[in-house]
């Protein structure tokens, strides 16, 4: 490439140069990117002040009373207290703890005899009156003490919620125990029937329904086949009427 060629080449870019700037000016493009380069420049935000907290004054727990009928009678007291759940007696019972590692268990025999006569008794039970026999096991009389009744009976005869039913003896005494309906079975108080008229396996009990919560309760000995046949010509109820009396006493507080 000669000299001239050179400057010829020279010329021709500045003129280009020259005209692309005065389009730029024209557009205004100069002053564009410098304001998008203003624009996105990261700016710091300014910090800002927590607003102080201001002290919460107590609030007052007691009731208000806005009715000037009851400005001058006490407030009311919410607090939960426990009710002695369906009326019972408010007794406190102390009983020795039984030996539940030297339980005596009955022998078929006995157990047999004392159901044989059980059922005895009870056919001689006005029919008006509703009954069951129940022989007695070592989960009635010792340890949980909880007597199961028979689910039949109860859903034909008793009540269908929990209720307080009463326990009489041939001597008239008498025990609330709590019935539990969904449990069909004997609770709270059959602890104390059962040790304060000494109650053991194999024995066996008749209930009689004499009224819409209370049992007339007939206990037969299972031990009383030890006998022999002295009480053969006997009735069920007098043979019954010959047991033990509980030597366990009720402490009431």
């Not at 007597?147 to 109860?154: E, H, I, K, T």
């Not at 009735?235 to 509980?246: G, Q």
Request: with cysteine; hydrophobic share 30%.
């Amino acid at each position: 490439m000669g000299v001239s060629e050179m400057a010829s080449y020279e010329e021709s870019r500045q003129r280009r140069l020259e005209e692309n700037k005065k389009r730029m000016e024209e557009l205004n493009l100069h002053k564009l990117s410098a304001s998008l380069r203003t624009a996105t420049s990261p700016k710091s935000s300014p910090v800002k002040k927590p607003n102080p907290r201001t002290p919460r004054s107590p609030v007052n727990l007691s009731a208000v009373r806005r009715s000037s009928r009851f400005v001058d009678k006490p407030s009311p007291n919410y607090k939960e207290e426990l009710i002695e759940p369906l009326g019972r007696p408010k007794t406190k019972r102390s009983y020795q703890r039984r030996d539940l590692l030297n339980r005596v268990y009955a022998s078929d025999e006995a157990r047999a005899y004392a159901v044989e006569r059980a059922e005895e008794l009870q056919t001689g039970l006005e029919t008006e009156f509703p009954s069951f026999v129940k022989p007695m096991l070592q989960s009635h009389v010792t340890g949980g003490f909880w007597l199961g009744l028979p689910v039949y009976f109860c859903k034909m005869h008793l009540p269908n919620h929990d209720e307080m039913i009463t326990l009489a003896d041939e001597d008239g005494n008498e025990s609330p125990v709590k019935y539990l309906a969904e449990k069909t079975g004997l609770s709270g108080g059959w602890r104390g029937f059962a040790i304060d008229h000494e109650l053991v396996d194999g024995d066996a009990l008749v209930f009689q329904l004499i009224k819409p919560t209370k049992f007339q309760v007939y206990i037969i000995r299972s031990d009383q086949s030890k006998d022999g046949d002295d009480d053969s010509d006997a009735s069920p109820v007098d043979v019954n009427a010959k047991r033990t009396k509980a030597s366990t006493k009720i402490d009431i507080a």
